[in-house]
T-cell receptor, first 120, second 112 residues
Framework: DTGVSQDPRHKITKRGQNVTFRCDPI?????LYWYRQTLGQGPEFLTY????????KSRLLSDRFSAERPKGSFSTLEIQRTEQGDSAMYLCASSLPPWVGYRGAGDEQYFGPGTRLTVT | SQQGEEDPQALSIQEGENATMNCSYK?????LQWYRQNSGRGLVHLILIRSNEREKHSGRLRVTLDTSKKSSSLLITASRAADTASYFCATDRDNYGQNFVFGPGTRLSVLP
């Protein structure tokens, strides 16, 4: 257990429905990341928050996807009008700020167990 | 295409043997990280090596980084059945902020 929790762990939904996932990071971590992982592949970056600010979004993140981190603590990822191609594991990770003075450094990320989404 | 690519895609060894996995990447980086993922679970951070480092050790793990060849290797010594997992390298990309890129992974099977 890394200390990052995700809810739900599994979600089965019908095509066209909306789904929302929640991530609770380690409390002192101000950086939070969302990734998507399909079978046999590595995680694909979706978006990143520093505190409540969403600083980066992947081109993979279509208009149907939205993420929030309203108080700089937990985060939600919503997928609207789900498609079968959205079926994947959605992973959340958190990290501490980079080492001060080291430009662009990314410290180790602590991953949650993931939410497995199946769209039927 | 992926920033990081692990090689081999799959590796099967006997318990007690050493396992070596390689990672190649395309653009300059600030650091490279290795993660392990057991089937159906989240990723676990193993080791981070910065671009100004050449080698790092952690327990039975040894990571090397060759920035001139844009490659890294992960060596697991005296492997155990519990090391069976997928191993991923992840790179940040210099000037790309926090957009980390993972390779497709090496699936390691350690046979008892």
């Amino acid at each position: 257990d890394t200390g990052v929790s995700q809810d739900p762990r599994h979600k089965i939904t019908k095509r066209g429905q909306n789904v929302t996932f929640r991530c609770d990071p380690i409390s002192e971590h101000n950086r939070l990341y969302w990734y998507r992982q399909t079978l046999g592949q590595g995680p694909e970056f979706l978006t990143y928050f520093q505190n409540e600010a969403q600083l980066e979004k992947s081109r993979l993140l279509s208009d149907r996807f939205s993420a929030e981190r309203p108080k700089g603590s937990f985060s939600t990822l919503e997928i609207q009008r789900t498609e079968q191609g959205d079926s994947a594991m959605y992973l959340c990770a958190s990290s501490l700020p980079p080492w001060v003075g080291y430009r662009g450094a990314g410290d180790e990320q602590y991953f949650g167990p993931g939410t497995r989404l199946t769209v039927t | 295409s992926q920033q990081g690519e692990e090689d081999p895609q799959a590796l099967s060894i006997q318990e007690g043997e050493n396992a070596t996995m390689n990672c190649s990447y395309k653009t300059s980086i600030n650091n490279l990280q290795w993660y392990r993922q057991n089937s159906g679970r989240g990723l676990v951070h193993l080791i981070l090596i910065r671009s100004n480092e050449r080698e790092k050790h952690s327990g039975r793990l040894r990571v090397t980084l060759d920035t001139s060849k844009k490659s890294s290797s992960l060596l697991i010594t005296a492997s155990r059945a519990a090391d069976t997992a997928s191993y991923f390298c992840a790179t940040d990309r210099d000037n790309y902020g926090q957009n980390f890129v993972f390779g497709p992974g090496t699936r390691l099977s350690v046979l008892p």
